[in-house]
């Protein structure tokens, strides 16, 4: 490597400040996210409910895409912080190089996806023909030009995990402004171009995407991000690879099962009714208001938890890990309160009708509840990342979607109706808690021993 990079701030600059400074730019970044997902669905829930439920029954396809693109991410800047807390710039260059490439693999197998299984994947969830075409129109549009988010996903990794927050925070208020502008122009054909409806929402979000795409290859062309990335004369390496995935595949299997977890609780609440799955969707979109920070957080401390573990800084990893849980868990407390109080007012965001309000005011309420326990999960979830303990992370979120919450929620809603469904969230959560704080505070016990023991020979 022709220019090694210094990164003294995570290893000696104040820990507290440094999780704040790095962790506000993608906190910041995270909560534009939420805020034009959420414009995205008001404006299209004044297109008619069915298109907001169409939006709702295409969640689970865009979290898929999430999982592939923030799972891998994990993977990367795991590996290049724990690459440059050991002082092996050459392997995390190496490292981006393959990040670029597993991300442009992804996007051209999701485009043929929805060129040709859309209407499949959509026939699953409804047999209803207007729901089934407002669906389609919507995701076919998001799977085919997902290349503009998954390549910027793959920049923004590369560029957290050398503390460089900032510039991911700026690509993606980019992307954030052109959507939030373009959503009503296209939706309702304002200035001249036609109305578009959900097409128009749709192809907003991907203009979006593009436009956070151009900044942040800009910026990574230019070589601002301090490694050595070119994909001229590219050779895969299986260790590099195998490095990745290691952290990567449990956590893009981690992402995936709320894909899973929310299409199961479509073809639960479907039964009930169209309102019922407009609702899930609606708290989906407001509950990313307080999860995006969070996970803007856990992007932030990630690679200063990874550079001080491959470093074997008992002292900063704990400090780490406190200062995280501290912030991460008064957003999630403030959060709660916000959904206590103002359910009926945020309902009212997305123009519910009397059935989605008398259902979604105790939906709001009940699931909030979870919201605080949840911030211990994340956090110990994405530590366990940053150690390349990928696999512990997916035990955990394996058994709050699919071991527990699913099954609580089919229960539930047997033998106690629509109401007592939403209590699974909070099952869930309360039993991922339990097994998540015992499992760090064993893994990390064996983890300071071991560096004693090397430390005293």
């Avoid at 995570?10 to 820990?15: D, G, K, L, N, Q």
């Avoid at 693109?69 to 807390?85: C, E, M, N, Q, Y």
């Avoid at 799955?277 to 856990?298: E, H, N, R, T």
């Avoid at 309420?365 to 211990?376: G, K």
Wanted: proline share 4%; glycine share 6%; hydrophobic share 55%.
């Amino acid at each position: 490597m022709d220019k090694p990079i210094k990164h003294h701030k995570m290893a000696t600059e104040s820990v507290p400040k440094l999780v704040i400074t790095m962790s506000l730019p993608p906190i910041v970044s995270m909560f534009i996210q939420s805020m034009y997902n959420v414009v995205d669905s008001i404006f299209v829930a004044k297109i008619s409910m069915e298109a907001l439920t169409a939006v709702s029954l295409a969640f689970p396809m865009h979290m898929l895409m999430v999982a592939l693109f923030v799972g891998t991410g994990a993977g990367i800047s795991s590996l290049i912080s724990r690459k440059l807390g050991e002082g092996d710039y050459e392997s995390a260059s190496k490292a981006a190089n393959h990040g670029f490439i597993i991300n442009i693999i992804y996007s051209i197998i999701i485009a043929i996806i929805g060129i040709f299984f859309t209407d499949k994947f959509v026939s699953v969830f409804t047999k209803d023909l207007i729901l089934q075409d407002l669906t389609v129109q919507y995701l076919r549009i998001l799977l085919i030009f997902s290349f503009g988010n998954f390549i910027t996903q793959a920049g923004i990794s590369i560029l957290q995990s050398t503390g460089n927050t900032f510039i991911p925070m700026m690509t993606q208020l980019v992307g954030a402004i052109t959507n939030i502008i373009l959503d009503p122009i296209l939706i309702f054909g304002l200035l001249g171009f036609p109305k578009m409806g959900v097409t128009g929402a749709a192809l907003a979000t991907v203009i979006g995407q593009l436009a956070s795409f151009a900044l942040t290859m800009k910026v990574v062309i230019k070589d601002e991000n301090n490694l050595n990335i070119t994909l001229k004369n590219f050779k895969p390496d299986t260790k590099t690879f195998k490095d990745i995935f290691t952290v990567g595949l449990p956590a893009i299997i981690m992402q995936s099962l709320a894909s899973i977890m929310v299409s199961g609780l479509n073809i639960i609440l479907i039964a009930y009714s169209a309102a019922a799955v407009a609702v899930l969707g609606i708290y989906f979109k407001l509950q990313s208001f307080v999860f995006m920070p969070i996970f803007g957080l856990c992007q932030g401390f990630r690679p200063i938890m990874g550079y001080n573990y491959g470093a074997k800084n008992k002292t900063r990893v704990l400090e780490t890990y406190k200062t995280a849980i501290i912030i991460s868990a008064s957003i999630m407390f403030a959060g709660t309160l916000i959904f206590q109080i103002f359910p009926k007012h945020l309902l009212m965001l997305f123009d519910s009708n009397n059935e989605m309000m008398k259902i979604g005011i105790k939906a709001l309420r009940i699931i909030s509840l979870t919201f605080v326990p949840a911030a211990f999960g994340i956090t110990i979830s994405t530590t366990f990342q940053a150690f390349g303990k990928g696999v512990i992370s997916l035990a955990i979120s394996f058994l709050r979607q699919i071991v527990v919450l699913l099954p609580s929620a089919f229960i539930l809603s047997e033998f106690f109706g629509l109401d007592a469904i939403w209590y699974s969230f909070l099952i869930s959560e309360l039993a991922a808690v339990l097994v998540a704080v015992p499992s760090l505070y064993v893994y990390l016990n064996a983890t300071f021993k071991s560096w004693n023991t090397s430390a005293n020979n």
